[in-house]
Structures are given as C-alpha cells and as structure tokens.
C-alpha cells in the first residue's frame, strides 16, 4: 500500500490497521523532510501509526517538490511575478516527482527496504531566489523573491490568513531556517538506479508544456 496522509488531515490509525488485518504487507509512507524541526505532529503521528501496523514498512521523505512551482501552491505567485517565504537565503534541495516515485515503487515491488527511511532530493541544493529565477528564465518571466518574515505575514494577511496562523506558520518556517542549508543526499540513485532530475531540466519541461501560461 502507498499511504500519504489527505492535505491537512492525519493519516487514520483505524484505516491503517483495517489494511494489515485485510492482508496488506507492506506499506510505504509519503512523508516529508525536516518534520521535526518544523514541529508537524500531523506527518509524525502518520510515521508512527506505520511503523507500530506490523506489516513492513518504508517512510519516504523528500524536500520541496519541484512541481509546487507549476502544478502546486506557488503557481499562483509565480503567475502573479512574487512570492513570499521566509527562508531568506536558505538552500533547499528541490526534488522531482518522478524521482520520489520511482523510489516509492522500488520501496513497493523490491525487497530490502522495510524498516527504511529515505531522504529524497534532487542533485543540489538551491536558495529559493535561485529557484525562482530558473523557473523565470524558463518561463519567460519575472519573478520576484521576498524572503524575510515581514513579506510573507503581509502576503499572508492579504490572502486572508489570521494572525494566528500567520504566525504560526512563520515560526515553522523560522525553525527551518534555523537549521542551516539541506544537503543532497545519494537514496534516488541509490534505490531508483539512476541519477535525479535538476531543477533546471525540471523548469524547462514545464515551460515547454505551458505551465506558466496564463
């Protein structure tokens, strides 16, 4: 089974137990990088809910999706040409889809994985400024970075998010930047046999498909 927990919701320890006493062997988990630090309870519980089912059990947890640019939260922002995050200057490494699911199936369909938790990542890492003036190269536009916690509770504010929320969301953010610069790590070619997909090559190929057309 491939589990990844609905956006915003938990994963149900419930639905997870009913699949192992339904004959489900294996079950790889959708998770995310640097849970921890960001405190998400939410993709924490689901990590021990799978670990505790008594079928194997593989967790898988990239960095930022290249695809929140183009088919995710960030499209709107780059469309509009800004957006706001308060990393600053910190370097991520942005991972393509088709590079977690290839290690997801091998996790699936190849023995010597259970009890395993993958880091996935592209092939380097990126300040989200870099990032962004790839995707607006490839795309033929401009497209503003605004780094600091100032911008993002402003944009945030105008999006209709509470203080509250806002705020919370910022110190997530801040305890992330805390930790320094993400790493490459070696799991796609490791597991998937194969080297994983720059964020350049990514960039370019959504262009190509009309991605950042309006």
């Not at 639905?15 to 339904?22: K, M, P």
């Not at 308060?86 to 490494?93: A, E």
């Not at 003036?133 to 536009?141: K, N, Y």
């Not at 490459?184 to 490791?190: G, K």
């Amino acid at each position: 089974m491939y589990l990844m927990a609905p956006d915003g919701l938990p994963v149900d320890p419930d639905f997870v137990a009913g699949s192992v006493e339904s004959g489900v062997r294996r079950i790889v988990l959708l998770s995310s990088r640097g849970i921890e630090t960001m405190g998400d309870e939410r993709l924490l519980a689901a990590e021990r809910t799978v670990r505790e089912s008594g079928a194997d059990w593989t967790v898988i947890r990239p960095d930022w999706f290249d695809q929140k640019s183009d088919e995710g939260i960030f499209r709107a922002a780059i469309l509009a040409g800004e957006l706001a995050l308060p990393l600053g200057d910190l370097r991520q490494v942005f991972v393509d889809v088709g590079d977690i699911a290839a290690v997801a199936a091998a996790a699936l369909t190849e023995d010597g994985h259970s009890g395993q938790s993958y880091e996935v990542t592209g092939p380097r890492a990126l300040s989200f400024g870099e990032a962004l003036s790839i995707v607006g190269a490839a795309a033929g536009r401009e497209v503003r970075y605004r780094g600091e916690p100032g911008d993002y509770l402003a944009a945030r504010a105008a999006q209709g998010a509470t203080d509250e929320q806002a705020r919370a969301e910022a110190a997530a953010f801040a305890a992330l930047r805390g930790v320094g610069d993400g790493a490459p790590t070696e799991v796609v070619r490791r597991v998937a046999g194969r080297g994983p997909k720059s964020f350049e090559s990514y960039a370019a190929e959504a262009a190509a498909s009309g991605a950042w057309r309006r």
